[in-house]
């Protein structure tokens, strides 16, 4: 491996915890849903955790190269979601997506969180943490949109601010480690 090449893996942690939080906030009832959320979706979780996904696949990370990428097209296409039909309001393709359809739509993420977990589950405490809960996160989100259970949201909102906290955590440590050469923060 090129000793030159940064590690991109806190890019794309952080990038993934920062959205994540912002997000659940929302989720949780605690802030309104509105243009900030959807445009740290696109840049921060869309853009920048591809980038992240991008360069893991440079290093020859295969797991950061499918985890980064994949998410930041999740976050690409939440945001695609909830702005198209605004966008285009005239093109039927792009109406206002089914309940049910979202459910489906969030539980496969959900199935992919899960089979990445199981990747890493021997791996650090912290990311098995983050993996576990993003797990649960996209889960009660589902169940969310199948039921309109206000309480399900909100709980999966406090979920993942603590899901998206501990990636935020994680990315944090690992600048800070690298950064002094020696572990500063454990995980």
Do not use: H
């Amino acid at each position: 491996m090129d000793s030159k090449l940064a590690n991109p893996t806190p890019l794309g942690l952080i990038s993934f915890g920062l959205t994540t939080v912002l997000l659940s906030f929302a989720n949780a009832g605690l802030i309104p849903a509105e243009a900030a959320i959807f445009a740290m979706a696109f840049f921060l979780g869309g853009i920048a955790q591809t980038f992240a996904g991008i360069m893991e696949f440079f290093r020859g990370n295969t797991f950061g190269c499918a985890a980064f990428t994949a998410f930041g097209a999740f976050w690409l296409s939440l945001f695609g979601i909830y702005l198209l039909p605004a966008i285009f309001p005239a093109v039927d393709a792009f109406k206002t997506a089914n309940l049910n359809v979202l459910g489906i739509w969030i539980g496969l993420w959900g199935i992919y969180a899960f089979l990445l977990l199981l990747c890493i589950f021997k791996g650090g405490r912290i990311l098995s943490f983050v993996f576990v809960t993003l797990v649960i996160v996209f889960w009660s989100l589902s169940a969310f949109y199948f039921t309109q259970s206000p309480a399900i949201l909100t709980f999966a909102g406090y979920l993942g601010i603590v899901c998206g906290g501990s990636a935020f955590y994680l990315g944090t440590a690992i600048v800070l480690d690298e950064t002094a050469g020696k572990k500063i923060l454990p995980y």
